[in-house]
């Protein structure tokens, strides 16, 4: 059975100033059921792969397909497929993910039975 990519980036790069290249052409294709994990210091450009893969930022150059769709013209759609949090997460630590997802329910106007489905 063959795997379908759900994110791929082709020659993906972004500066913040003219002299500072955060991240320069990055090719990245992970598979569907495939965990991965962005390690590197500070600066190294972890959050910002993943603000541009989000549609946080803008790309300044090459492409972002997510789940074989081009981020650009699809990010609405893409994005009610994807659940994300970069840097901290604003919970309550004193609450269970459960209960956390029952707190901020009502503020998206999800359905009850949305905890469920996103908890299994």
């Given at each position: ?36 994990g962005f390690l590197g210091p500070n600066g ?8 541009l893969l989000l549609g946080l930022l803008n ?62």
């Open positions: 059975m063959q795997q379908s990519s759900v994110i791929k980036t082709t020659a993906l790069s972004y500066h913040y100033a003219k002299d500072v290249q955060t991240l320069f052409d990055i090719d990245l294709n992970v598979e569907k059921g495939s965990i991965y190294s450009g972890k959050t910002t792969t993943l603000s790309k300044q150059q090459g492409d972002i397909e997510i789940f074989g769709q081009h981020l650009h013209s699809n990010r609405v759609d893409i994005l009610k497929r994807i659940g994300s949090l970069i840097e901290a997460p604003s919970l309550y630590g004193h609450l269970t993910a459960k209960e956390n997802l029952e707190v901020y329910r009502p503020l998206y106007g999800a359905p009850k039975e949305r905890i469920t489905e996103v908890l299994k």
